[in-house]
């Protein structure tokens, strides 16, 4: 151990070749001296190093070519422009508050409102709501026909062209179709304001407006507006409105030149069967009609 | 003070280093796989690795850094050729004074032998007794190179000797 030590210290040069030789005498070292001495003279390829460097130059600069990218800003701008579009995009999804429900022609719908208030639209109908400020302002803008059942809370309006309705916790009924405008109580009060004049209706009390005149309509005793069980029910209402009901629920297109649309018709039809609903239309009031496709033309018995 | 220490991502400081190290590195790459093309694209490897990461690198560890990552890389290189030095031309022998033909013919012989032991032996033997010999580095200094501790270097050196007595023993000549 100390010997391969000290010939680790001969090569290293802490001992000199007479010094290791006076330490092991009887060792014949020769194999390493000639080794140590001969190796010495060993040579490995000269390396050009200006050669090389110039080598190394050129193809590092090669590789700073492909290899570094500078910073962009071209594609800072498109993420930038993806982030946008990312965010804009889900604001409208998820923060947009305005809520807003259609039927068309022959559909109904139920909706719930987040008061758990419940609104059936009928056909053809256009309801929204902002759900951000509903719990503060219950507020809804009603386009059509629809049927509240409102519960109980702070005040309820739904805006339309024609007026504003106004409850506190209710059931009621409001139609608003071109010159029509029609609210019906079922349950608590209902506040009307219609160009500018404010009318309390209490149950079974109908506020109906027609051509821009109020007119007066007796007292019904029904729960629910006809329309929920696939009717609609009339009382004492213009021919044309009724026509515009039927165009409505059947996706027709009614033609009645020869006739008086001013008559009042009472009485309801069925959603269901378009020839019923005709008939119960146009038996009443001594007519007749004739189907061409999606044309229905009235006309009067007298006048064929 | 700072502003006086070499950085290697200056070009003339990195030029500097390159031209310092390149021969040594370039031997030391040799002694490893015995090609000198394949051992100066290892070392220019190293050099491109050094230059790529010059912001890291402090400029006093870069030696080792370049000296290790050239160890490195070669062993992801499986194959290498025979490792066979020639001698400088001129050199003496170990007896000056004895001109005795035959004695000059024993020595040819022995060094042609010892050529061929030095390329057999193992990697890592070799490459410590080559840097000691031919670079004339103390166990110390190739310990620092190699990133080694000093005990394995004198381990390798060792391993190294007990090669060459077994196979340039006496009986031998």
């Known amino acids: 151990m100390n010997k391969e030590n000290d010939i680790l210290k001969w090569f290293n040069g802490e001992l000199s070749t007479e010094e290791i030789k006076k330490l092991y005498p009887n060792e014949d070292l020769t194999a390493l001296e000639k080794s140590r001495f001969y190796s010495r003279q060993l040579e490995a390829p000269k390396v050009d190093a200006q050669k090389a460097l110039a080598d190394f130059r050129k193809r590092n600069s090669k590789k700073e070519d492909t290899k570094v990218i500078p910073l962009n800003f071209k594609s800072f701008l498109k993420i930038a422009a993806v982030l946008v579009l990312m965010l804009s995009a889900s604001y409208f999804l998820f923060f947009n508050n305005e809520k807003s429900f259609a039927t068309e022609i022959a559909q109904t719908e139920i909706l719930n409102l987040p008061d758990n208030s419940e609104v059936i639209l009928n056909a053809k109908s256009n309801l929204s709501f902002n759900k951000k400020s509903w719990k503060k302002n219950r507020l809804l803008e009603l386009d059509g026909e629809a049927f509240f059942k409102v519960s109980k809370g702070e005040q309820f309006t739904v805006k339309t062209d024609a007026g504003d309705v106004k409850v506190l916790g209710t059931q009621f009924n409001v139609k608003e179709r071109d010159n029509y405008f029609e609210v019906k109580c079922y349950e608590g009060l209902v506040s009307v304001t219609h160009k500018e004049k404010v009318k309390m209706i209490n149950p079974g009390e109908t506020f109906r407006v027609v051509n821009g005149t109020i007119v007066n309509v007796e007292k019904f005793n029904t729960k629910n507006p006809a329309w929920l069980s696939k009717e609609s029910s009339f009382d004492k209402v213009p021919l044309w409105q009724v026509i515009d009901e039927l165009e409505i629920q059947y996706d027709i297109n009614i033609s009645a030149e020869d006739i008086e649309t001013t008559t009042m018709f009472s009485g309801s039809f069925t959603h269901t069967d378009k020839n019923i609903a005709l008939q119960s239309v146009t038996i009443p009031l001594n007519l007749s009609y004739k189907i061409n496709g999606n044309q229905v033309e009235l006309y009067s018995y007298g006048s064929q | ?173």
């Open chain 2, 1 to 173: 003070m700072s502003s006086s220490k070499p950085k290697l991502c200056n070009e003339t400081h990195f030029k500097a280093f390159y031209l310092d190290h390149i021969q040594a590195v370039s031997n030391f790459a040799y002694y490893k796989c015995g090609d000198n093309a394949a051992a100066l694209d290892f070392v220019q490897d190293a050099f491109a690795k050094i230059w790529e990461n010059c912001a890291k690198i402090d400029f006093s560890k870069a030696k080792t850094y370049l000296f290790t990552t050239v160890n490195n890389l070669f062993l992801n290189t499986v194959r290498h050729q025979k490792v066979v030095l020639s001698y400088a031309k001129a050199s003496p022998y170990l007896d000056k004074t004895n001109q005795n033909p035959e004695y000059l013919l024993e020595e040819e012989e022995f060094k042609k032998k010892l050529q061929s032991v030095i390329a057999d032996l193992s990697d890592d033997q070799r490459e410590v007794f080559l840097l000691n010999r031919i670079e004339d580095k103390k166990y110390r200094e190739i310990a620092e190179l190699l990133d080694i501790s000093q005990k394995t270097v004198e381990k390798r050196m060792s391993g190294a000797l007990k090669v060459l007595r077994e196979k340039l023993g006496h009986e031998n000549f």
